[in-house]
């Protein structure tokens, strides 16, 4: 199996049925993606300036890493209804990078790719596309909820 680009990503609620690779698939708009990689760390000085940093590491000692999204969104009005119903709740996310096309995206295969679980912020709609409303630019917020 092998990741690939592409120009969606998929998201859904935890418990829901991922039943084919279409469902829950959204088209991201260019250059609405934004990766928030953080470090869980703060720095403080003694009374005699000395550092101690505090920094959340793994059993490995390597430095936390809470891979929160940023993600502006083409969406039609139905997806734009399934959002909508998803806020506030805990979501499974395969970002952009995921399975070859070849391979299925179904929860049987969740372990061996990318994704991995977000909580889903309120959405903000910025825009309409169309006079009709039947196209949106909706912008989510996905909080790494994974650890």
């Not at 940023?70 to 805990?90: C, F, N, W, Y």
């Not at 049987?108 to 196209?135: I, R």
């Amino acid at each position: 199996m092998t990741n690939e680009v592409r120009d969606h990503f998929h998201l859904w609620a935890v418990g829901d049925t991922f039943a084919s690779n279409t469902d829950y698939e959204y088209k991201i708009l260019l250059g609405g993606l934004k990766d928030i990689p953080t470090a869980i760390a703060s720095h403080v000085r003694a009374l005699n300036a000395s550092s101690h940093p505090h920094v959340l590491v793994d059993e490995y000692g390597n430095p936390v890493l809470i891979k929160d999204v940023m993600l502006k969104v083409v969406a039609s009005l139905a997806q734009r209804a399934t959002l909508a119903a998803i806020q506030g709740k805990q979501c499974y996310y395969l970002p952009i990078c995921h399975m070859d096309v070849g391979d299925t995206h179904a929860t049987a295969n969740v372990a061996e790719s990318p994704g991995y679980l977000v909580f889903m912020m309120p959405m903000a709609d910025d825009a309409m596309l169309d006079p009709l409303g039947e196209y949106w630019i909706v912008s989510l917020t996905l909080k790494d909820d994974s650890f």
